[in-house]
Structures are given as structure tokens and as C-alpha cells.
């Protein structure tokens, strides 16, 4: 039984109130704390008229404030932060939490507003802090990273003496009958599918131009789809505690449709994170394309067709060599029906929902700062299904890579 606050109330916000509400026997109240407050309240009165569920207080909070989020996380006094407003409050949040003395939990990497690069070194940094003060911090649990990264340990766990070989595939193969969105916050989504790509090989970083590995791939119930490596931050936790992985790549499926819309708005500055002056105004470029663009959050409705997404992993077991895949597909039309919000969102928030649920009921503890395939991956998997994230896995699979 516990109080938790979650600081987000995008799409994802949406989803982690949502299945918080389901399991009122472990989140007995809870707080959806965002910059916008007309947006938790959105989400805690659909709440209750879908669920019943009443015991959700609302709160405007900048959490760049690290003062004013102190206060409110001590007034609130939550067992934990489920933080899922941008990586760029990371670090201020992980702050505030150490102040008021709450566990935390993320399920992004921190990355600086003015530089896209994302990468753990900032988080890591804080492990003896969140020792010392005898608190949890866990780090990116939400599908990718997340339950990818425990799938992972599944297989390193269960499966493998070895695992040599780490193939994450991503696939989207839902149509929500826009020109063009992106699946999360727009900002964050082309920040990170821009840079170049990066893969690990023979214990270095290989990087590629973006977009410069192509190749199809078939996905469970989906079929073969275009699918481009790109770098992912769970390639950088992984290889860390996976040390046997010769080859950690990350490959994301994309239409033609929405590359050529990608490289228009390279092309024509739009994507830009450097200011720039509009009518004596200073913006950013794709501070405002955000702006412009639909919102994720809101792309639930009529949205049709299903996310696969899991592990091909390739290695030794008793000397012999093993293939296996462990997946999840899941229907943007059933994460709607149930939240209100698309399937991106959904395989984001179950696993954070879950995550908290880990620590709240003791099966993942210890102090310090950890990525979540550092935890055991068993108690997690038996739950996420009935969660709503049902996984599979195949031993001997035809892994095409
Ligand atoms: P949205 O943009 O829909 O929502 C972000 C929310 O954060 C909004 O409610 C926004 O408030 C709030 N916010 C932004 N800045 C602040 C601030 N300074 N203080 C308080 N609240 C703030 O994003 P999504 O819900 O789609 O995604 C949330 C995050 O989840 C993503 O940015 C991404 O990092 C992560 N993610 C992780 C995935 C995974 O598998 N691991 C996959 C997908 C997403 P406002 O409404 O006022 O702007």
C-alpha cells in the first residue's frame, strides 16, 4: 500500500494513472503533478468516470524548480516519483527526490535542452548520493528502455551462458491517418531519430550516418517492414552489464511516408534546436514545430494496427550455439479503449507502473542508482502480461540477422 506522485501528464502521464488505478490495493492515492495543471485534472476525471477510482490529487509544478518541487514532494510526502515529464528534468527531479527523501524512477535518459545527446554518465553520477541517502533510483523502465533491457536479462539469465549477439526490433505498424506525428513528444522523438546511428561491435561504438542501415525485417503477426539502426540508450547499459555481447544494435521500422516528412523538416530547418529570431521573438525551431505537430497524447482515437516489439539474441548455452526472441505485440486499439491514450504510450507506462510496483512490494530493492536489468527480470515478466503486456519467446527462432 502506497502513495506515489507522477510528474507528467502527457500520454504516458495518462497510461501510469491509469493502470496506477487498477491496482488500488498497492497505490492507495496517488498525485499527477505537470506544468500544465488543466491536463492532470483532464486525466484524473477520465479516471474516475471510467474506473471509479477517486483518490487523485492534482498539482501544477515546474520540475525544472527543484525548490518548488522539493516542497510539494515533502507536503505530498509519496513513497516515490514516477517520472514521466522529459529528460530534461532528470536530474533536478532525481535532486528534489534526494531533499524530500522519496525512491525515483524514470524512463528516459537525461539529456541537455542545448545539445541532443543523450547518454547514463549525468545519471550514473548520482550513485552515491542515492546510497548515502538510502533511496532507489531506477532507471529507465518503460519498453524501450526497459522491458527490452529485462528481456534481455530473461534470456542472460535463463537462456544463455553467453548472450554474444543483441538484435532490439521495433517495430510500429499502426496507422493513426495522420500526414505526420510522432508517437511521443515530438521534441524528444526527433532529437533522438536524427542524431547519427550507433551500434556496438568487438568493444567499440560503431557510428553510422542516420538512417544508413536498412533492412526488412519480419515481425510477429505484422510481417516484414523497413526496418533502420539506429542508437538507443539501453545499447549503453546493456554492453556495460552484459559484458559477453560481441554485437548490441537497435533497429526502429519507418514508412517512406514519414522519412520523407523527416528529412523536409531537416531540410528546411525545422528540426533546428539552436534559437533563432521570429518577429523579435526569440524561438526555437523545433520548440515550435512541437507546437504545430499533433499531439501524441492525443492520437488514441481510430488510431488501428499494433507495436511488436522484443530481443533476437544469439549465443552459448552448454556449448552450443542458441537462438532465441522474446516479444510483445500490442494493439493501439485495446491501449485506447482502455486509457485513452495509443499503444505507445501504453508499452511506456505499464512497465513504469509495474517498475514502481517492483520496489513498493520489495521485489527489486537496494540503494544506489540502477538500470532495470540490473534487477531480477522474473518477478517483472510474471506480472506484465496481466498488466496488459503479453510477451512471448522462441527458443531456436529464425532470428534473420
Ligand atoms: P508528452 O510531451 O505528451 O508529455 C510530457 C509531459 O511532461 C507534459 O504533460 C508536459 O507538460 C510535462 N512537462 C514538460 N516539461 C515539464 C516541466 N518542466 N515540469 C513539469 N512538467 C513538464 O510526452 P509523452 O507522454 O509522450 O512522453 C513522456 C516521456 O516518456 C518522453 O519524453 C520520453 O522521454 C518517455 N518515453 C519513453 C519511452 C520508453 O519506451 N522508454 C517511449 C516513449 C516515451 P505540458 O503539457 O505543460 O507541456
Not at 534481455?152 to 521495433?170: C, K, P
Request: hydrophobic share 40%; with cysteine.
Amino acid at each position: 500500500m502506497s502513495r506515489v506522485m507522477i510528474i507528467g501528464a502527457g500520454g504516458v502521464g495518462r497510461v501510469v494513472a491509469y493502470k496506477c488505478a487498477e491496482y488500488p490495493e498497492v497505490f492507495t492515492e496517488f498525485m499527477i503533478a505537470s506544468r500544465t495543471q488543466s491536463k492532470c485534472d483532464e486525466i484524473a476525471a477520465d479516471i474516475k468516470s471510467d474506473l471509479g477510482y477517486d483518490k487523485i490529487t492534482t498539482a501544477a509544478v515546474d520540475a525544472e524548480d527543484v525548490p518548488a518541487l522539493t516542497k510539494l514532494i515533502k507536503d505530498y510526502d509519496p513513497f516515490m516519483v514516477i517520472h514521466v515529464a522529459l529528460p530534461y528534468q532528470d536530474l533536478t527531479i532525481m535532486d528534489a527526490c534526494l531533499e524530500a527523501g522519496v525512491h525515483y524512477l524514470d524512463t528516459a535518459n537525461y539529456e541537455p535542452k542545448e545539445e541532443a545527446k543523450f547518454e547514463y554518465s549525468h545519471q550514473w553520477a548520482y550513485q552515491e548520493k542515492f546510497k548515502l541517502a538510502g533511496l532507489t533510483a531506477i532507471l529507465g523502465c518503460g519498453f524501450d528502455p526497459g522491458v527490452t533491457s529485462i528481456f534481455t536479462a530473461r534470456a542472460a539469465t535463463h537462456f544463455f551462458d553467453e548472450i554474444h549477439y543483441l538484435d532490439i526490433v521495433d517495430a510500429n505498424a499502426g496507422d493513426h491517418g495522420k500526414a505526420f506525428a510522432t508517437n511521443f513528444n515530438p521534441e524528444i522523438n526527433i532529437r533522438e531519430i536524427t542524431q547519427p546511428g550507433k551500434y556496438w561491435e568487438n568493444g567499440k561504438w560503431v557510428e553510422i550516418p542516420a538512417f544508413s542501415i536498412r533492412k526488412d525485417l519480419t515481425y510477429p503477426d505484422i510481417g516484414p517492414k523497413e526496418s533502420y539502426v539506429l542508437y538507443h540508450e539501453e545499447l549503453e547499459s546493456l554492453v556495460k552489464h552484459f559484458p559477453t555481447l560481441k554485437r548490441a544494435r537497435f533497429w526502429m521500422t519507418f514508412g517512406d511516408e514519414y522519412l520523407t516528412h523527416l528529412r523536409v523538416i531537416q531540410n528546411i530547418g525545422m528540426a533546428g534546436i539552436e534559437p533563432v529570431m521570429h518577429k523579435g521573438v526569440e524561438i526555437i525551431p523545433l520548440e515550435f514545430l512541437k507546437t504545430v505537430l499533433p499531439d501524441p497524447g492525443g492520437l488514441g482515437e481510430g488510431y488501428s494496427g499494433q507495436t511488436s516489439i522484443g530481443c533476437r539474441i544469439r549465443g552459448i548455452k552448454d556449448g552450443q550455439e542458441r537462438t532465441y526472441y522474446i516479444w510483445n505485440n500490442c494493439s493501439h486499439e485495446r491501449a485506447y479503449r482502455e486509457t485513452r491514450a495509443q499503444g505507445v504510450s501504453y508499452t511506456t507506462g505499464v512497465p513504469a507502473m509495474t517498475g514502481a510496483m517492483m520496489l513498493i512490494q520489495g521485489k527489486w530493492d537496494g540503494t544506489g542508482v540502477y538500470n532495470v536489468e540490473q534487477f531480477n527480470p522474473d518477478p517483472f515478466l510474471e506480472v506484465l502480461g496481466k498488466h496488459g503486456l503479453e510477451w512471448h519467446e522462441e527458443v531456436g527462432a529464425d532470428l534473420e540477422l
